[in-house]
């Protein structure tokens, strides 16, 4: 099992930047993949941004190019570095972490940070 925790989230102004962090309960080394969704009003949850196995990373193509995900292995934490926020990047962001065990993944998320992008 493994706890996240999230910060850095809260309100900018359209073309500004904020760092999310997540601190996960142990070490990346035991995580299959680790990374960050989000969810905004009335919509599904989905993929921002994902790092796996062997540093290979998946993200949305909303968020190429200004959006980047970077970890330290030493502090158990994966970092969310967004720039150029749109108002549309208006979201509760939530850490994600997977965990495989033979045939089976284990799914886990944080409590969420909510990020507010005015125009």
């Known amino acids: 099992q493994v706890h996240l925790v999230e910060s850095g989230g809260g309100l900018v102004q359209a073309g500004g930047s904020l760092r999310l962090s997540c601190v996960a309960s142990r070490t990346m080394f035991s995580i299959n993949a680790i990374g960050w969704y989000r969810q905004a009003p009335g919509k599904q949850r989905e993929l921002v941004v994902v790092i796996g196995s062997g540093g290979i990373i998946n993200s949305s193509d909303s968020v190429k190019g200004r959006f980047t995900i970077s970890r330290d292995d030493a502090k158990n934490t994966v970092y969310l570095q967004m720039n150029s926020l749109k108002p549309e990047d208006t979201a509760v962001y939530y850490c994600?972490?997977?965990?495989?065990?033979?045939?089976?993944?284990?799914?886990?998320w944080g409590q969420g940070t909510q990020v507010t992008v005015s125009s």
């Open positions: 994600n972490a997977k965990i495989v065990r033979g045939f089976t993944e284990d799914e886990y």
